[in-house]
């Protein structure tokens, strides 16, 4: 498939252009963000007809709503086999009140502030170790020395997961967002189911073994609350959400710290104002999230006929909230093109907004301000090594991140 790049000017919309499917939409969709930007939701015929909303005030809208706007997807033959892949039971990401607020409830409690807050000194250890291999020779590939191993570390150790068995979890996490790429219609590969039933056997292996040990890690935690009081979380809720969980927060937080380092590498005066002054580090991160955020796009679907461009769209259609198209709507930011460390507000939305606001975005924001604290201490400077041919990025359009980042850095 090949895509035609909108022209400049935004106030076209006929040029719109939205297709998650083709490679050159999602090596880099920003351009094609401008036209969507200039007006209201819009109907796109894409193999199946969906709503796409890019506008910070629609998007904002779209995810406060979640009774016209629903998280659970249609058992529709398009997405059928897409949501048996992971089981039946309910996810937190994908259900509606009052599924939703029982399921956030109980795995909020593995994610207190007090538990996150308490991950700090060992991020921050992992990170210096990573670095200090990847400073060894002056240059390296950020995604391979730091972006990936850093999150899956730590997500690894929480839910007490032996180091030896990192590799294979990152092997299976890897394989499961393939499913992202599928073009809707065409099979799943057997690869994807095989990384499925490989993550499912393995934690209902360990989730009975520490309902005999109970330990102090997430699991064992998540195993006590569904044991404690009348609300539980039955076993294949807790499988499932053991996995979402192991999905949601590696390629995430990789691609924000792989995107971000990208971004600095591009605007090397923000680099060195970074290093000058470190306490803006957090800001930056927010700047990160908001400029190339690794989430670029979630789905919801109408709970009820609506209207779109004078379209009556039926119950059950699939509506795209582009959160990275809604964190560059001029409307909410100044120069949004701009990559400004110390952008006040930053309201953005790439960990979504309403009851599906990220569970995880206080541990994101944690590794996040650890890599880039430890990289800017680290290098006086960092360079791109510039590629022959373009960066790659991995196959999803829906969690955007570079394959491999090559740099220089001078200490
Ligand atoms: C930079 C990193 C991350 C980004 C950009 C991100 C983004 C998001 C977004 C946009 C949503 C809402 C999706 C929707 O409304 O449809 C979400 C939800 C969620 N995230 Fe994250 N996430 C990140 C890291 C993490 C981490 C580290 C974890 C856990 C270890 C995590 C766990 C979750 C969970 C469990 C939900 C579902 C919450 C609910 O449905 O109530 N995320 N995330």
């Known amino acids: ?32 963000y401008a036209p969507l930007l200039a007006g209201p939701p819009l109907v796109i015929e894409r193999f199946f007809p969906m709503v796409v909303a890019a506008r910070y ?10 009774r016209r706007y629903s998280s659970v997807a249609p058992k529709g033959p398009l997405l059928k086999e897409r949501f048996a892949l992971f089981g039946e039971a309910a996810r937190v990401l994908f259900s509606d009140p009052p599924v939703h607020t029982r399921l956030r409830r109980l795995v909020s409690r593995a994610f207190t502030p007090r538990r996150v807050a308490a991950l700090e000194p060992r991020v921050r250890q992992i990170t210096r170790e ?8 002056g240059r390296f590939d950020a995604v391979a020395a730091l972006a990936n191993p850093l999150p899956i570390m730590i997500i690894a150790e929480m839910l007490g997961v032996p180091p030896q068995e990192y590799p294979v979890f990152k092997k299976w996490s890897d394989a499961v967002v393939q499913v992202d790429t599928v073009v809707p219609g065409n099979p799943i590969p057997q690869t994807v189911y095989e990384a499925v039933e490989a993550l499912r056997a393995y934690f209902a292996a360990e989730i009975a073994r520490r309902r005999q040990t109970g330990a ?9 609350a569904s044991e404690q009081g009348e609300e539980v979380l039955s076993a294949e809720e807790l499988i499932a959400f053991v996995i979402l969980l192991l999905l949601a927060g590696n390629e995430t937080t990789t691609n924000l710290i792989g995107n971000g380092m990208l971004a600095l590498a591009r605007h090397p005066e923000s680099y060195a104002r970074l290093r000058q002054h470190p306490e803006l580090i957090a800001s930056a991160v927010e700047e990160m999230l908001r400029f190339d955020g690794p989430v670029q ?22 509506v795209f909230v582009v959160l990275a198209a809604a964190n560059r709507d001029p409307a909410r930011f100044a120069r949004p093109e701009m990559f400004d460390i110390a952008r006040k507000p930053n309201d953005h ?13 206080a541990l994101a924001r944690l590794e996040a301000t650890a890599a880039f604290s430890g990289v800017v201490r680290r290098f006086a400077r960092i360079e ?28």
């Open 297 to 318: 796009a979630t789905v919801r679907y109408l709970g009820e006929e609506t209207e779109f461009g004078g379209r009556l769209m039926p119950r059950e259609t699939p």
């Open 57 to 66: 005030a629609d998007a904002a809208a779209i995810l406060a709503d979640h």
């Open 349 to 361: 939305l790439a960990f979504g907004d309403g009851i599906h606001y990220c569970l995880g975005a």
């Open 130 to 137: 990573l670095l200090d291999r990847a400073a060894a020779d």
């Open 1 to 32: 498939m090949s895509a035609v790049l909108p022209p400049a000017s935004p106030s076209c919309r006929a040029s719109v252009y939205f297709n998650p499917w083709d490679e050159d939409f999602r090596a880099n969709p920003y351009p094609f």
């Open 216 to 224: 102090d890690d997430l699991v064992s935690v998540l195993v006590s």
């Open 384 to 411: 791109l090594i510039e590629p022959a041919s373009p960066l790659r990025y991995r196959g999803s359009y829906f969690v955007r991140g570079l394959s491999s980042l090559a740099l220089a850095a001078q200490g």
